[in-house]
């Protein structure tokens, strides 16, 4: 029997219960206090058809998710059976990156629609970066006439096309994809990345720069000195009118304020952020990054959300604890660790083995399902129960279109849904191999085509060549080994 993520509990009873081929079998169902834990549910299969029973009603979704894909192995009938099933964590995301990329609307439910096959119960949207900034917003309108417009765009092709690239989600679009998450148990978190990856706002609104200096969005991938002003009133303003547009569209618990990747070379010689570090009696621009962080956290919070930012976000040390969550990528430095090692929430999507935007020459898809998400080096064991989920992103610069969208999360994302779902205790590679045959056929009537076998754990001669052609544009990879360096310190 193919299932994935593979249930906790799984007991066959002998026998079957037959219907019609092409028809539902009988299903009843019941929320019952019996079960305690949030989303867990049980199934019963007997002569009297199917019972599943929930402690929520996101568990009786999850049992009928479950009962879905047995439909998918059996014609007409199904085994008698028990299954007790209960989430390993209660964050189970994946991250689409539409700012390098733009992502139709029934592109991103197709991928929804996939991820929701195996429970995953968190679509992380990233919506603002230095290529384009993607979310109609009435108060700061330039952030789409200007800043949703790449003037020309390479996608790892080698060569710059020198077209504009211009797209946006209204916010109607943006709407309907929230409701089609929610249909599917699926929160929509969005992302507004500040201060740094700001290229786009800043082109829309270069006063909010440390220099004022105009600038267009970025044509290629990269880490930017040019980022939001920390000492000007005029950076919460516009970002707080941001939020609140965003957070009519995405009515879910958590915001991601990003805050990666934010050098403060012009933090470090401005005078507006050098007067707010001294007004604020800050020691550095680092801690200026972390009191900002507060003040959106505490701006969110008011609005009853929880916020969630990359993990150099608290480098400084001086982020409260109380509503941040980290999403843990690459950073291990003391800090990063002290947040988690000291009981704060962290979520999981370490670039090795986690970012599906890079070759499964790099990733494979053997790594990624046995990658222990609770084994971080200089992780205590309060750290590693810190761990509230796992999330996979994918970055899109070098994503050209759907089709390779499709082949670089799948099928690693359903490894990422077997640790989300189940942990690490009871992993079983074969079999799960044998579920992931079965779920790339399956995928194909969800219009998505999967990395085919011989991708998934290509051996090191095709790792190099894989690894090479990834590497071709250079400033990748100078950008991979300057994250690589930095994982180090
Ligand atoms: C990131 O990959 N810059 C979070
Ligand atoms: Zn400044």
Redesign the pocket.
Known sequence: MYLCPEPKTLELKGGYYRFEAGTQPAVKTKITPLLAQKESYRIIIDENGVGIEAADEAGIYYGKLTLKQLLMNYRGCLPYLYIYDEPEYYYRGFMIDSCRHFFTVDEIKKMVNAAALFKFNKFHFHLSDDQGFRVEIDSYPKLTTIGSVRPSSDFGRGENDKTPYAFYYTKQELKEIVEYCRERYIEVIPEFDIPG?TSAVLASYPELSCTGESIEPKTTAGVFTDILCGGNPETLKMIYAVIDEMCEIFPGKYFHI?G??APKNRWNVCTKCQNKIKELGLKNAEELHGWLVNEVAFHLKKKGKKTIC?NEAVRAGNVDHDNVTV?W??DSTKASLDWANSGNPVIV?S?TPY?ADYPYGMHSLKSVYLYNPRKIKGMTSLGASSVVGIES?V?TEYIRDFATLGKMCFPRWLAVADTAWNGNDNKNYAKFLKDVVFFCEILREYGITAASEKEWNILPHGKLSQTVGFFRNSLTKDFVKQLLKKDEK
Do not use: M, Q, V
Request: charged share 25%; no cysteine.
């Open positions: 990856h990003g990666d990747e990359w999403a990528w690459l999507e670039f970012y992103p970055w």
